[in-house]
């Protein structure tokens, strides 16, 4: 299979995400597109696992569009939970997603339990096409604690509950540092190196 390409899917339709890949594919002179934006609706997500899904996603994307598809999925697991809200994160209190709603039940089924941690975990996975025997996998994970009060606004989701090892929530980041240490962004970083290389092999 050849593994040269100059254009990428992003099994999203997140353009906020779009923009923050085309950016670090840039300096690799790969351009990336949604898949919204080439009429690709959005896969089910039917596993228990972070790396089946973004599996799913990419090669739903790679098979719809002829092209190679990068995807993600990420979540909260939380020790005492057995790894749960895991790939339920974003709806861990059901429909429609709310943060608030996420929040208030997680704080709530953590409310006796003495041992409170936690952490991120984000996989990346890039099909070259959707019958690719060999994607790139990449896997980041960001350990801390859950606290009982939120602190904090900047971020998303459970970040003004997640608490770091330096006494601060992810919440009292900025988006910078978030990155520089987040499970994105160690993944981000572990799927860039890999892509590279396999690039230069590519001559
Ligand atoms: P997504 O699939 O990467 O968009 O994220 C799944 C869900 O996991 C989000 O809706 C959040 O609930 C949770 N999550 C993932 N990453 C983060 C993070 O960096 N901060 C807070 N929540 C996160």
Redesign the pocket.
């Known amino acids: 299979m050849n593994t040269a390409f100059n254009k990428l899917v992003l099994a999203s339709s997140n353009e906020g995400k779009c923009r923050e890949f085309a950016q670090l594919l840039a300096p690799l002179a790969i351009d990336i597109v949604t898949q919204a934006s080439l009429g690709v609706t959005e896969a089910e997500e039917p596993y228990a696992t972070f790396v089946e899904n973004a599996l799913i996603k990419a090669r739903h994307a790679s098979r719809h569009t002829g092209l190679p598809a990068l995807a993600?999925?990420?979540?909260?697991c939380i020790e005492a939970l057995n790894g749960a809200p895991g790939v339920l994160?974003?709806r861990y209190a059901g429909e429609p997603k709310s943060?608030a709603r996420?929040n208030a039940r997680l704080i709530e089924q953590l409310q006796d339990a003495t041992n409170r941690r936690a952490r991120?975990v984000?996989v990346l996975v890039l099909t070259h096409a959707a019958d690719d025997p060999a994607p790139l996998i990449a896997c980041g994970e960001w350990q801390g604690e859950i606290i009982a009060s939120p602190r904090g606004s900047n971020?998303?989701?459970?970040?003004p509950y997640f608490l770091l090892p330096d006494g601060r929530t992810?919440a009292e980041m900025a988006a910078e540092e978030k990155n520089a240490v987040?499970h994105?962004g160690v993944a981000t970083r572990v799927l860039m190196a890999q892509l590279r290389q396999r690039l230069s092999e590519n001559g």
């Open positions: 993600d999925d990420s979540g909260l994160s974003a943060d996420n991120y984000c971020g998303f989701g459970y970040d992810a987040s994105r």
